[in-house]
């Protein structure tokens, strides 16, 4: 029986596509290992977002190779959105050190692909980096080994082609689950014991399938019982549907959680990412989710220095950061990739140095936020769903997570992960809350 490391990089997407290759590949006779020392073959999950997860990719192949110098029979495969450029890389350089590669939408060949290295790159048949209009793998259950969150991607792909983005030409054109499909899924995560589930698209407000829409689907996974926590990700504020908003208020399943990828703060600039939307149509958008749900958690992502980005443009970014303050937020330097439309359209100029002023300038305005948002939250008392019985730090705490999905870490007790109790909030930190559990509830 040969052996398969798998190593994952990147979104959660790429998390979730690493459990279905662990079952097409379980279903044909490969065996999981945790090590890469007794391995046959060694599958990288990659990401091609920003240049820096492509670097770690890079390294990681050379850094196998180094340590199993003796071993020509250990084959290296390359899946996710850094297929097609490993491709042409091929192509071009064929003593590239791995032997095939398999797009996003190729994980059903991988057995064959498998079968058909022969110890040298035959760059002919060890590749298969097409991307298909249809896989969405609803026909395959992805291995999960138990626990208590779990993620189902509901659509592949994306056509929104905002201009710094490459994952429209790694995972190619939307499609969606069928929601019957979904909550299958949803049902047989449930009778596995998980409690929470996360819904997953690169824009989940294109959802679509035969006219079904996101908010539909979502009312439906929280009909499925022993699923007591429902979160999605990610929408596009373009295009928020109301019918969603009200359901996330209304529905007392989902979390009163929401991200809200920015980007940017100042139109001009938005209009060059092709967002479609305004600084003020995402502030306006914001206040309607707060006017509908006061505490409605927010997160967001932002990139800085996109390119002719000038530092009056910047401050409104700062500007919007200030208006929402959000929970939590996710920061990223522009990173030029391959063939998108910034690439070709626009010069990388904003220099480094001004980048890293900028994101360093809005790190810590957001931990300044995560601060007083936690803060505020202490002497409530709040539902939380245990997801670990220790923590890192120690085997006398356990820790779990609120609505707004905010780690809250309490003292251990009659109870244990899978759980929901009640905690009073006693203590916060930017980063993680702590608390006292007064009632263990029986759901
Ligand atoms: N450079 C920097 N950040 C990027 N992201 C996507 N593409 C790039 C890029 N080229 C960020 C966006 C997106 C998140 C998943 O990654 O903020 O929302
Ligand atoms: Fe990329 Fe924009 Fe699609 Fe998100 S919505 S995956 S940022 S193109």
Redesign the pocket.
Known sequence: MKKVFIETYG?QMNVYDTDIVKSVLGSNGYELTESTDDADIVLLNTCS???NANRKVHNRIHNIRHQNKKRDDLKIGILGCMATNFRKQLLKDPKLPIDFIAGPDSYKRLPQLIEEVNGSVDTENNFDVTLSEFETYSDIYPSQTGGINAWIAVMRGCDNF?T????PYTRGRERSRSPQNVVDEAKRLADKGYRQITLLGQNVNSYNHEGATFAELLDKVSEVSGIERIRFT?PHPKDFPRPLLKLISDNPKVCKQIHL?L?AGNTRVLEMMNRTYSKQEYLDLVDEIRELYPNMALST???VG?PTESDAEFEETVEVMEKVEYDSA????????PQ?I?KRKFPDDVPEPVKTERIVRLNKIQKQHSYQKNLAHVGEVQEILLEQDTTKRSDQECQGRNDANKIVILPKGDYHKGQFVMAEITDASPHTLRGKVVEVLQK
Do not use: G, N
């Open positions: 979104c977002v920003r240049e905002c710094f983005c490459v994952v990610s990828p980007q992502d932002i990139i996109f996710f920061i990223f330097k522009y990173s030029e990739r998108t910034a």
